[in-house]
């Protein structure tokens, strides 16, 4: 089974994606299974998804990409929204104490990234080691530490336009609902598939994040 993990919709600042129904229809186009909406900081997009994933045939998980003091994590499983601006490591637990998952984004991905060395240390359940938005370099660097910890290792798009769902992905044997996909990333049973993204992307990428953040006011997602 193959769930795009990190796609953001209409409820992301800097998403260019459409509501939640639209999302799901580009995942069903794609040919995946399931997906995850977890827009930066909001939880009402993947709520959405959740209430629309029978009608849609897909797996849907829900989650949200929570920014701590030092990058951005991943929380899936949850049902509410997990506070911004905390460490790291209270973030993992906020994200345990209701019953989800947190795995580390991105995280050699400057500024938003926890850096490998947190990604290293912190109790996550995963690491995101695939990565559509990131170089190679970045997602090889990420699998490696995932590896020498045996943690699960995900895989997502990061998808913040329509055309990017589906570029990467995460394996889960056998799943058949939300709590097959988290009790897999915790017991580290999940795998990534997908690629990364090219040169000529990660320029593109690099423009939109910088006008993106001087629209923000500078200001961290």
């Not at 629309?52 to 929570?66: P, Q």
């Not at 097959?180 to 598939?193: F, M, Y």
């Amino acid at each position: 089974m193959k769930l795009d993990m990190h796609i953001h919709s209409a409820y992301s600042r800097d998403a260019g994606n459409g509501p939640p129904k639209e999302v799901l229809k580009r995942c069903r186009a794609a040919g995946l299974d399931g997906l995850c909406i977890s827009d930066h900081n909001a939880i009402a997009g993947s709520l959405e998804a959740y209430s629309l994933a029978k009608e849609h045939g897909l797996v849907v998980v829900r989650g949200v990409e929570v920014s701590t003091l030092c990058g951005h994590v991943l929380a899936y499983g949850v049902g509410e929204l997990v506070p911004r601006s905390l460490s790291v490591e209270e973030t993992v637990e906020r994200i345990h104490a209701l019953g989800g998952v947190a795995v580390a984004a991105h995280p050699r991905r400057f500024p938003s990234g926890v850096g490998l060395e947190v990604a290293g240390t912190v109790a996550f359940d995963g690491i995101e080691v695939l990565n559509g938005g990131n170089p190679r370099s970045s997602n090889r660097r990420a699998e490696a530490v995932a590896v020498r910890r045996g943690l699960a290792r995900t895989g997502g798009s990061d998808a913040h336009k329509p055309h990017e769902i589906g570029r990467a992905y995460t394996v889960v044997e056998g799943a058949q609902s939300e709590g097959d996909v988290i009790e897999a990333i915790a017991k580290g049973s999940t795998s990534a598939g997908g690629r990364s993204r090219t040169a000529s992307e990660g320029i593109v990428y690099s423009a939109e994040i910088l006008l993106e953040w001087a629209r923000g006011g500078f200001k961290r997602l």
